[in-house]
């Protein structure tokens, strides 16, 4: 099993714990044309629902040579992604969900800080091992 | 000389001709720590003047293998850079530089234009061969 699918894994079974039941996995967007939706069910982005509430969570390891190379890929797909699903299901709010280690180390460094204030980008961090939501920054 | 270079100066001799005054090439953002220095040294980006005007320029040639992907990579690089750039050289605006045929093909799809509209992204098309802007869209 990669690294992407444990992670994957975690964060299903997290919200699982955490109250959510898992209503798409993965969860795919079609917005015009056919290789888009293939493109983002390649994302593997869960969809969940609690009560009334309706997230989108896309998973993101920050396993990559570079961590601010990292960090621009994940903002440039969430706010891709997040401008489609405000245009599709508007009440869905979209997380970005990494590692708490990830959270504390590069997405707590100064130069993280502007991107994620400016584009509001909510956060989930969750515990790989304990495979548990950590915390919530909506 | 490979294609990334070529696009490089291309759009360095368009904005010449187009009356700008190229003043760092590459253009780099200090940020805290030296590897992000080199990190975003790496990404080809200029800086020029005209007048008043004081611009930086992100060189992007979308050539990857997926145009969705391309499209979040370059999202993504301009959102980091331009809130870094806001709170460093608020004066200056940012623009993504593309080739004329990625403005009219990948951008202008309907699934590129959300995000594009919701982060306000500002463009300049060039045309690769005869070393011109063709638009700008701020």
């Known amino acids: ?7 994957h894994d975690a964060v299903r079974n997290a919200l699982i714990k955490d109250g959510w039941t898992i209503t798409h996995d993965p969860y795919t967007l079609t917005f ?7 493109d983002l069910a390649g994302e593997r982005t869960l969809a969940a629902e609690r009560g ?4 989108a969570v896309e998973i993101k390891g920050f396993m990559g040579a570079s961590e601010i190379r990292d960090l621009e890929v994940a903002v440039g797909q969430y706010a891709f992604y997040r401008s489609l699903l405000a245009r599709l ?4 709010k979209l997380f970005l ?3 708490d280690d990830v959270l504390a180390g590069t997405l707590g460094e100064p130069i993280a800080r502007p991107v994620l204030e400016d584009l509001h980008i909510a956060l989930v961090a969750f515990n790989p091992e304990r495979e548990e939501i950590v915390q919530w920054i909506p």
């Open 1 to 7: 099993m990669s690294a992407k699918d444990t992670y």
């Open 32 to 38: 015009g044309r056919k290789d888009v939706y293939v």
């Open 52 to 55: 009334e509430e309706k997230i």
């Open 89 to 92: 299901e508007p009440k869905r």
């Open 97 to 99: 969900a990494v590692p």
